[in-house]
């Protein structure tokens, strides 16, 4: 797959720890002797210190995710591995749907989609989360404080250079600490839900963006505690940002 797809705004690597290598000594330090000489064999390059933050997690047994829409999500390791394969297969589809590859090609390496579930649990395992991590379908946020968190992981690129971008608004956005410590998502507060409103009635209202509404005429979002809700095709937004509930 060629580079030109790269949206250049996303920077994959851009924590300090992917550039700083790993040191025997580091890894022995937190792993203990006997796992060090182990883990290191599980890796063709030289390790860096964001290899040694992924066995960490492995280690403890969860990694803290960002969810996109829903903020830091601690998964256990299992789960995230799993993740991972769908989010994968995620991209994979994205490339059949935007002509990058053919829908065969996209079918044949499928681990998720349209296989029952026992036939790929078995390899919802470190060994997949280390492939994830080799491959940036999880990369480590550079900024966790957003969250007054140490550390936090996010989704990154996988297969080739297909963005797993689901929002906010465009396919090519990679969810980053960033953004979504600009976003809230629904359920909302009482307060949120009054903001929101006073914001769609007398500000720059969202309209909705489906191709049936935004055609013509879009209609501006109604507000609800579940959600930004279109009132003519119901779609609902379940995140907004957060400077709509800031505004006096
Ligand atoms: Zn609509």
New binding site residues.
């Given amino acids: 797959m060629s580079s030109e797809n790269r949206n250049p705004n996303l920077r994959l690597e851009a924590h300090p720890s992917y550039s700083v290598p790993c040191t025997r000594t580091d890894l022995v330090a937190a792993l203990g002797k006997r796992r060090a000489k182990a883990v290191q064999q599980l890796y063709p390059a030289p390790m860096t210190r964001a290899d040694l933050i992924l066995e960490r997690a492995i280690d403890e047994g969860h990694l803290m995710l960002l969810d996109g829409a829903w903020g830091p999500k601690r998964l256990p390791v299992d789960v995230a591995a799993n993740f991972g394969l769908r989010l994968t297969d995620q991209v994979v589809s994205n490339g059949a749907t935007r002509g990058i590859i053919t829908q065969q090609e996209a079918e044949d390496v499928y681990v998720t989609i349209g296989r029952p579930y026992k036939s790929w649990a078995h390899i919802c395992t470190p060994d997949t989360l280390r492939g994830h991590h080799q491959r940036r379908v999880f990369v480590l946020s550079e900024h966790p404080e957003l969250f007054d968190l140490d550390t936090l992981w996010e989704i990154g690129y996988s297969e080739g250079d297909l963005s797993l971008g689901k929002g906010p608004d465009a396919f090519d956005i990679r969810t980053t600490a960033e953004i979504a410590a600009r976003q809230i998502a629904a359920p909302f507060t009482d307060e949120q839900v009054e903001a929101l409103r006073h914001w769609q009635q007398y500000d720059e209202p969202v309209r909705?963006k489906?191709d049936?509404?935004a055609a013509t005429d879009?209609?501006a979002l109604d507000v609800s505690k579940e959600g930004l809700i279109?009132p003519?095709?119901?779609?609902t937004r379940s995140w907004a940002w957060r400077v709509m509930t800031e505004v006096a």
């Fill in positions: 909705c489906q049936v509404c879009p209609p279109c003519t095709c119901g779609t």
